[in-house]
């Protein structure tokens, strides 16, 4: 199996650019959060059913970010899908995140030193089964699951979110998944 690392040349010029792009300023007031999140509950599997994707996740396939809880507080993240297919290369990609002291639910995902990207929690079910992940610029959203599918309803509700929250759902794309 082949993968490209962000320490790969094709990787490495591509997470800087994201880095320098998601590090922008934002125009817009930040984005609320959750009021709290149980970190330990949150780590883990999660499907990324849909996005306003960044240009490394354009055409991604099977897409799953995975959160483990490290002693120093960070959280070390593995990003995998597969390139434009269910069969295409295998990208992956390991940002650390950095717990805000603000709340559990900010984080600064770090791809390269020194930048990090805002990662802001904006929905959780109590249940810790679906979140959306936002940012303030509402440039990029995340919406992922504990499972590679969810109702059409749900879906639907979680689009309203997105909206309310002020991002152009036009550019929410749906990832395909296939296990």
């Not at 936002?134 to 749900?154: C, F, H, K, N, Q």
């Amino acid at each position: 199996m082949t993968r490209d690392r962000v320490t790969s040349p094709y990787g490495r010029a591509a997470g800087i650019s994201l880095v320098a792009l998601l590090a922008l300023g934002c125009t817009q007031p930040p984005l609320p959060t959750v009021a709290n999140v149980d970190l330990e509950r949150f780590m883990g599997r999660w499907y990324v059913l849909a996005s306003i994707p960044t240009f490394l996740e354009r055409g991604a396939h099977n897409a799953v970010e995975t959160y483990r809880r490290e002693g120093d507080g960070t959280i070390a993240t593995t990003f995998t899908f597969r390139r434009d297919s269910f069969d295409g290369k295998t990208a992956e990609y390991r940002p650390r995140g950095y717990v805000s002291a603000e709340s559990p639910a900010v984080w600064g995902m770090q791809f390269v030193w020194p930048i990090k990207a805002e990662y802001r929690i904006v929905y959780l079910a109590p249940d810790y089964s679906q979140t959306v992940i936002g940012r303030s610029a509402r440039d990029y959203v995340w919406l992922m699951a504990r499972t590679p599918e969810i109702s059409a309803a749900d879906y639907e509700q979680f689009l309203e979110l997105i909206h309310e929250i002020d991002y152009d759902t036009t550019k929410v794309e749906r990832v395909p998944h296939r296990w």
